[in-house]
């Protein structure tokens, strides 16, 4: 059982938009920084999003995050067939002092 | 370019040892906190283990506390995760990782795996 709650799957055709959901409480999303990584099959995890809304250099503008209260979401325009993969957010956990996951979404570009 | 490179991997009864380690390059290593995380097959992401620059501040998941230990030597830029008392539930690929604190998590290993099985 993941602390922040993401769905298991997503869909989307390519050329659409979609959004991935990563709910949390004030303890981690509320008072910390939310971050988003891209999981490609059979590869290591890759950051996304930072620090909310950032993208690191190298991450096109078509992943955008967004952050309200306790909730984040990741939103991915113009899909293309190669952003297939697992979509993990993340964030600080103050009471636990470590870093806590969703449990990961698949996409799936139709 | 940041690089971490895990190794220590492989097969262990439950109840042994194992220990991984995770040779840092590209960056001021001494600098930066170093977490584990690991992800078991199909599942999501856990974080495991948290060290400080100096090493002075450690945190762990209530999952491993107790039993895996985190070190480093700044000196030879590694990292390591001592894991004792393994169980079935371990067995994963563990990740190396550097804390941008702030930046999130911003660059990981390649993951070694560790295969817990009688």
């Known amino acids: 059982q993941s602390v922040l709650t993401q769905p298991p799957s997503a869909s989307g055709a390519p050329g659409q938009r979609v959004t991935i959901s990563c709910s949390g409480s004030?303890?981690?999303?509320?008072?910390?920084?939310v971050h988003w990584y891209q999981q490609l099959p059979g590869a290591a995890p890759k950051l996304l999003v930072y620090?909310?809304?950032q993208r690191p250099s190298g991450v096109p503008d078509r992943f955008s995050g967004s952050k309200s209260g306790s909730s984040a979401s990741l939103a991915i325009s113009g899909l293309r067939t190669e952003d297939e993969a697992d979509y993990h957010c993340?964030?600080?956990?103050?009471?636990?002092?470590?870093?806590?996951f969703g449990g990961g979404t698949k996409l799936t570009v139709l | 370019e940041v690089l971490l490179v895990e190794s220590g991997g492989g097969l262990v009864q439950p109840g042994g040892s194992l220990r991984l380690s995770c040779a840092a390059s590209?960056?001021?290593?001494?600098?930066?906190?170093m977490n584990w995380v690991r992800q078991a097959p199909g599942k999501g992401l856990e974080w495991l283990s948290y060290?400080?620059?100096?090493?002075?501040?450690?945190y762990y998941a209530d999952s491993v506390k107790g039993r895996f230990t985190i070190s480093r030597d700044n000196g030879k830029n590694s990292l390591s995760l001592q894991m004792n008392s393994l169980r079935v539930e371990d067995t994963a690929i563990y990740y190396c990782v550097r804390d941008g604190y702030n930046l999130g998590i911003d660059f990981w290993g390649q993951g070694t795996l560790v295969t817990v099985s009688s």
């Open positions: 004030s303890s981690n999303i509320g008072s910390n920084y």
């Open positions: 590209g960056f001021s290593f001494s600098t930066y906190t």
């Open positions: 620090r909310d809304d």
């Open positions: 993340a964030a600080w956990e103050d009471s636990l002092k470590g870093w806590v």
């Open positions: 060290i400080s620059g100096r090493g002075y501040t450690i």
